[in-house]
Nanobody, 119 residues
Framework: QVQLVESGGGLVQAGGSLRLSCLASGRSFSNSVMSWFRQAPGKERERVARVLMSGGGAWYADSVKGRFTISTNVQNTVYLQMNSLKPEDTAVYYC?????????????WGQGTQVAVSS
């Protein structure tokens, strides 16, 4: 059974940091593209960062560039280090795994983890 399990969300003040984790299991992810998405209330889900599970190919949305860092480890875990958080970063953050193209809609999704940034 394929699972993506996120953790690390929470409430933080503006300017603070959080690190999200996504543990992937149930199949081989060595050829996958791992992405972090977020969805704020009333808004569409947007991709904020992407990386190859094997490492490399990192991409960031302009809204998070320079503040967020995506990384992976050999234990099939994807991280999103979020620094200098802003109230507009408040959203549910989802981990997704794609196997077809780097911009493809993920085949698998995590359950989401809430991030709230207070001003």
């Amino acid at each position: 059974q394929v699972q993506l399990v996120e953790s690390g969300g929470g409430l933080v003040q503006a300017g603070g940091s959080l690190r999200l984790s996504c543990l992937a299991s149930g199949r081989s992810f060595s050829n996958s593209v791992m992405s972090w998405f977020r969805q704020a209330p009333g808004k569409e889900r947007e991709r904020v960062a992407r990386v190859l599970m094997s490492g490399g190919g990192a991409w960031y949305a302009d809204s998070v560039k320079g503040r967020f860092t995506i990384s992976t480890n050999v234990q099939n875990t994807v991280y999103l280090q979020m620094n200098s958080l802003k109230p507009e970063d408040t959203a549910v953050y989802y981990c997704g795994a794609s196997f077809v193209t780097i911009w493809g809609t993920p085949s698998y999704w995590g359950q989401g983890t809430q991030v709230a940034v207070s001003s």
